[in-house]
């Protein structure tokens, strides 16, 4: 079965700061999504950023970017200019293609410090 | 021993039908999700229930209509159904880890159903 781990249960970072929150999966398929998710406490969840696992470029938006490394089974997330709007727990999430098989991480809480 | 199930698997219907979705979790979890999955595999969320209260409402069509007979289930209700409503929805749970005063407990990571596959005709 697909898990996804994130190793880190806290983060806390300085405004204006980078920030790198990581997320390792396991599975044996070949065609598969990965997402990082954001949820503040109003509990939605909301879309950060995609990677499909066929493209070896990695995503951007805005401050946001992944380092993808498929052998290694690794998608971590990278924030820059770190904004206290970013404070919120991030899930990271892996989607198998062609089904309907989804998998979330526990999540990493990041607290920003102004 | 599933955690959160679904069903249907597979829903084909035709426009203006009303159809439901039920969902039923046996984790003890106190808050239960509906979401929209897109042609992109983005996840919208659409609503959640807490403790049979509803706590987030997005901005859906009336025509979605959510019920939490009790703590363990969430249904989706479609009425009318368009085109459009095509999509895989899937129904997820979590121990609410936001407390009141905005701390997180840890527990919070959601389990999810294994999706219902809607197609409207």
């Known amino acids: 079965a697909q898990t996804v781990t994130q190793s880190q249960p806290e983060m806390s970072v300085q405004e204006a700061e980078t920030v790198t929150l990581s997320c390792t999966y396991d599975?044996?398929?070949?065609?598969?999504?990965l997402f990082w998710y954001k949820q503040p406490p109003s509990r939605q969840m909301i879309l950060v950023i995609r990677?499909?696992?066929?493209?070896?470029q990695n995503a951007t938006e805005n401050r946001f970017s992944v380092n993808f490394q498929k052998a290694a089974k690794s998608f971590s997330l990278k924030i820059s200019d770190s904004q206290l709007g970013d404070a919120a727990m991030y899930f990271c999430a892996y989607d198998q293609g062609g089904s309907e098989k989804l998998v979330f991480g526990k999540g990493t809480k990041l607290t920003v410090n102004p | 021993d599933t955690a959160v199930s679904q069903t249907p698997k597979y829903l084909v219907t035709q426009m203006g039908n009303d159809k439901s979705i039920k969902c039923e979790q046996n984790?003890?979890?106190?808050?239960m999700y509906w979401y929209k999955q897109d042609s992109k595999k983005f996840l919208k969320i659409m609503f959640s229930y807490n403790n049979k209260e509803l706590i987030i409402n997005e901005t859906v069509p009336n025509r979605f209509s959510p019920k939490s007979p009790d703590k363990a289930h969430l249904n989706l209700h479609i009425n009318s159904l368009e085109l459009g409503d095509s999509a895989v929805y899937f129904c997820a749970s979590s121990q609410d880890g936001w407390t009141a005063d905005g701390q997180w407990t840890l527990e919070g990571e959601q389990y999810f159903g294994p999706g219902t596959r809607l197609t409207v005709t």
């Open positions: 984790l003890g979890h106190d808050t």
């Open positions: 990677q499909e696992a066929y493209k070896q």
């Open positions: 599975t044996s398929e070949s065609d598969y999504y």
